[in-house]
T-cell receptor
Framework: GQQLNQSPQSMFIQEGEDVSMNCTSS?????WLWYKQDPGEGPVLLIA?????ELTSNGRLTAQFGITRKDSFLNISASIPSDVGIYFCAGPYTGTASKLTFGTGTRLQVTL | NAGVMQNPRHLVRRRGQEARLRCSPM?????VYWYRQLPEEGLKFMVYLQKENIIDESGMPKERFSAEFPKEGPSILRIQQVVRGDSAAYFC?????????????????FGPGTRLTVL
């Protein structure tokens, strides 16, 4: 089946630093989604990407849909304490409009 | 405008008991999805339902698990004769269909989850 691998698995950064994380797939995705999950809560959609090469921003977040359609990147600029959480990439299964495959997650912890 | 609601938020069951997890989709949403998340892992798809229909249950274990989304009321995920390995967070998501059909870009909104612990 389709697998999404995220790196790094976890990261500690200082407040104010920029963050980069990526997601790679063994197969092509036509849509890339980035979710954030706070402790004890469900995932919240941050950014959706629909076209290869697309670069989309949402406040301090910027995500890119890789040209090969097998990867995506999420950048967070000037991190703040509330950025703490787990970031997941996700995409729809090939040929299926509905069910999502989730990545392994990147756990972000910010030190003051 | 309430989001996706799930209850209970925490559920403790002993081995062999039944667990019932409820999900009320966002207002106007007719599609419901259930996902399971084990500790330190991503979410895994279980089942996709529309009102009174199971559309895709390819992620559901063949035994003990069932799901429904009746015409009236919440969607229910039922786990019979729970075992310790069923301990996980169960998330429900809902979406609204696009024009005429579910689109690939149909946004799924997630509930806060039910954390099931089997003793």
């Amino acid at each position: 089946g389709q697998q999404l691998n995220q790196s790094p698995q976890s990261m500690f950064i200082q407040e104010g630093e920029d963050v980069s994380m990526n997601c790679t797939s063994s197969s092509i995705f036509n849509t890339w989604l980035w979710y954030k999950q706070d402790p004890g809560e469900g995932p919240v959609l941050l950014i959706a990407l629909y076209k290869a090469g697309e670069l989309t921003s949402n406040g301090r977040l910027t995500a890119q849909f890789g040209i090969t359609r097998k990867d995506s990147f999420l950048n967070i600029s000037a991190s703040i304490p509330s950025d703490v959480g787990i970031y997941f990439c996700a995409g729809p299964y090939t040929g299926t409009a509905s069910k999502l495959t989730f990545g392994t997650g990147t756990r972000l912890q910010v030190t003051l | 405008n309430a989001g996706v609601m799930q209850n209970p938020r925490h559920l403790v069951r002993r081995r062999g008991q039944e667990a019932r997890l409820r999900c009320s989709p966002m207002k106007g949403h007719s599609h419901v999805y259930w996902y399971r998340q084990l500790p330190e892992e991503g979410l895994k798809f279980m089942v996709y339902l529309q009102k009174e229909n199971i559309i895709d249950e390819s992620g559901m274990p063949k035994e003990r698990f069932s799901a429904e989304f009746p015409k009236e009321g919440p969607s229910i995920l039922r786990i019979q004769q729970v075992v310790r390995g069923d301990s996980a967070a169960y998330f429900c998501a809902s979406s609204s269909p696009g024009q005429g059909a579910v689109l690939i870009t149909d946004t799924q909104y997630f509930g806060p989850g039910t954390r099931l612990t089997v003793l």
